[in-house]
């Protein structure tokens, strides 16, 4: 049984996930742990999967606090003083799907051994229940998120910067704006009202979705534009221009700010950061956040994150924190616009395609893809095939998700002629 994809448990709300998966879920956490708190996005099937979880955990006497709505990093947060947290989200997926992330209590996701032992007890029905009289309570809890914005305020210097907030009408409504205030920022929200329809734009914070907030930092004269996805573990931004920052130069920029000796970002990772840190140490992973937090915990560096929009400081949590790291954005251009610490990193062109091909070919073409990129220079296979070439970088990796197989190099000059040549190899694999 393989229910755990990188980033938790995620479907199609009703089809995919629904009450008698939650159900046994719940059955196998409570097997497992003897105290759970729960949070959850505002997603229409949420409730509905929260009931479930709640059955299945009572059944085997777990004790199970409900938090309500809010964000993934603060449930991560509350996490501390549970054995367990189980967050009801499919963060930035869309409306209609919905999902079930597990959290330990230093705000590390459930490992991928954790995974399989949830897995194990569902697929052997190895649950643990309890007699009538030993059914677990039930209570609720209010106070989570406070707690969660006074500790990022406790960090923090105030700011008096002009702020337009989009959280895409999701879980951030209940913390994001309200911290920035209390950081002393003008903040004007964009989509902060909760609404599981998400109906003014896609969840995902990509460049695309975001014209509504390009178009109010310049109309309003904001210094900085933040936006969250469906939970707000993910957090992008658009300069005072409205330019939108890519997460590459997101990564080269938080890294840099607290720069020490080691930082832990995922395969598909731009070269931006390895030049602009120098001789901090770039490790890298398999892309998806629990795999980034876990090389920070194994080696001890003291930050990393993805492209996407996830932003791990370890001092605080093994959780993406798009909350924390927005305000630490807006501290970071207190001194400096964030246009001018943008152009001061170095850029590189990358480009990205997709090619058709079927499941059962899969395993077959990147075999013979690997035979013909091993020539070309140092290949390592964490995720997908990269290879590392003194101009530049390849990789090669099958979709999780669907019938492709997806291509991307970056290179400080004739990048195209690089892409190209690996597009042949990996179309003549797959015939």
Same mark, same amino acid.
């Given at each position: 049984?393989?229910?755990?994809?990188?980033?938790?448990?995620?479907?199609?709300?009703?089809?995919?996930?629904?009450? %008698?998966? =939650?159900?046994?879920?719940?059955?196998?956490? !409570?097997?497992?742990?003897?105290?759970?708190?729960?949070?959850?996005?505002?997603?229409?099937?949420?409730?509905?999967?929260?009931?479930?979880?709640?059955?299945?955990?009572?059944?085997?006497?777990?004790?199970?606090?409900?938090?309500?709505?809010?964000?993934?990093?603060?449930?991560?947060?509350?996490?501390?003083?549970?054995?367990?947290?189980?967050?009801?989200?499919? +963060?930035?997926?869309?409306?209609?799907?919905?999902?079930?992330?597990?959290?330990?209590?230093?705000?590390?996701?459930?490992?991928?051994?954790?995974?399989?032992?949830?897995?194990?007890?569902?697929?052997?029905?190895?649950?643990?229940?309890?007699?009538?009289? #030993?059914?677990?309570?039930?209570?609720?809890? #209010?106070?989570?998120?406070? @707690?969660?914005?006074?500790?990022?305020?406790? @960090?923090?210097?105030?700011?008096?910067? /002009?702020?337009?907030?989009?959280?895409?009408?999701?879980?951030?409504?209940?913390?994001?704006?309200?911290?920035?205030?209390?950081?002393?920022?003008?903040?004007?929200?964009?989509?902060?009202?909760?609404?599981?329809?998400?109906?003014? @734009?896609?969840?995902?914070? =990509?460049?695309?979705?975001?014209?509504?907030?390009?178009?109010?930092?310049?109309?309003?004269?904001?210094?900085?534009?933040?936006?969250?996805?469906?939970?707000?573990?993910?957090?992008?931004?658009?300069?005072?221009?409205?330019?939108?920052? +890519?997460?590459?130069?997101?990564?080269?920029?938080?890294?840099?700010?607290?720069?020490?000796?080691?930082?832990?970002?995922?395969?598909?990772?731009?070269?931006?950061?390895?030049?602009?840190?120098?001789?901090?140490?770039?490790? /890298?992973?398999?892309?998806?956040?629990?795999?980034?937090?876990?090389?920070?915990? =194994? +080696?001890?560096?003291?930050? !990393? !994150?993805?492209?996407?929009?996830?932003?791990?400081?370890?001092?605080? +949590?093994?959780?993406?924190?798009?909350?924390?790291?927005?305000?630490?954005?807006?501290?970071?251009?207190?001194?400096?616009?964030?246009?001018?610490?943008?152009?001061?990193?170095?850029?590189?062109?990358?480009?990205?395609?997709?090619?058709?091909?079927? #499941?059962?070919?899969?395993?077959?073409?990147?075999?013979?893809?690997?035979?013909?990129?091993?020539?070309?220079?140092?290949?390592?296979?964490?995720?997908?095939?990269?290879?590392?070439?003194?101009?530049?970088?390849?990789?090669?990796?099958?979709?999780?998700? #669907?019938?492709?197989?997806?291509?991307?190099? %970056?290179?400080?000059?004739?990048?195209?002629?690089?892409?190209?040549?690996?597009? @042949?190899?990996?179309?003549?694999?797959?015939?």
């Amino acid at each position: 049984m393989k229910l755990f994809g990188s980033s938790g448990i995620r479907g199609l709300a009703n089809k995919v996930i629904g009450p %008698e998966l =939650a159900l046994n879920v719940g059955m196998a956490v !409570g097997t497992m742990a003897d105290s759970v708190v729960i949070g959850k996005d505002p997603r229409i099937a949420a409730d509905m999967i929260e009931q479930a979880l709640i059955a299945g955990l009572s059944a085997t006497g777990c004790e199970v606090t409900l938090g309500g709505l809010m964000s993934t990093p603060t449930l991560a947060f509350a996490t501390v003083d549970y054995d367990c947290g189980i967050m009801i989200t499919a +963060s930035h997926n869309p409306a209609e799907d919905v999902g079930i992330k597990l959290w330990n209590p230093d705000g590390m996701a459930f490992d991928s051994q954790q995974q399989k032992r949830i897995e194990h007890i569902i697929e052997n029905n190895e649950y643990a229940t309890v007699t009538w009289n #030993e059914v677990g309570n039930v209570k609720y809890e #209010e106070g989570f998120v406070k @707690r969660h914005c006074n500790a990022i305020l406790s @960090r923090m210097q105030p700011s008096h910067k /002009r702020v337009v907030v989009d959280c895409g009408c999701g879980a951030g409504c209940t913390i994001t704006p309200y911290l920035l205030r209390q950081l002393g920022c003008e903040v004007i929200s964009l989509n902060c009202q909760p609404d599981g329809y998400f109906p003014a @734009r896609n969840c995902e914070p =990509a460049e695309k979705n975001l014209g509504q907030l390009i178009k109010a930092v310049r109309a309003f004269e904001a210094d900085i534009g933040i936006a969250h996805d469906g939970d707000a573990d993910r957090m992008m931004v658009v300069d005072e221009q409205g330019n939108f920052v +890519s997460g590459d130069e997101l990564l080269a920029l938080f890294a840099l700010q607290q720069k020490q000796d080691k930082v832990v970002v995922p395969v598909d990772t731009s070269m931006i950061v390895d030049d602009a840190l120098g001789d901090t140490k770039v490790l /890298r992973c398999r892309v998806g956040d629990v795999y980034v937090a876990e090389q920070i915990k =194994a +080696s001890g560096a003291y930050f !990393g !994150g993805e492209p996407s929009g996830s932003w791990i400081f370890p001092d605080v +949590s093994y959780c993406p924190d798009g909350i924390y790291a927005a305000a630490r954005i807006v501290g970071m251009i207190e001194n400096s616009s964030l246009s001018k610490m943008v152009v001061d990193l170095p850029h590189y062109t990358t480009l990205r395609d997709t090619i058709e091909c079927a #499941e059962d070919r899969k395993e077959a073409a990147m075999q013979r893809i690997k035979q013909s990129l091993e020539m070309m220079g140092n290949v390592t296979t964490i995720d997908g095939i990269r290879v590392d070439m003194e101009n530049g970088w390849v990789l090669v990796r099958p979709s999780g998700t #669907e019938p492709k197989i997806r291509i991307t190099a %970056e290179a400080r000059e004739d990048v195209d002629e690089l892409f190209d040549k690996v597009m @042949r190899i990996a179309r003549g694999a797959i015939q």
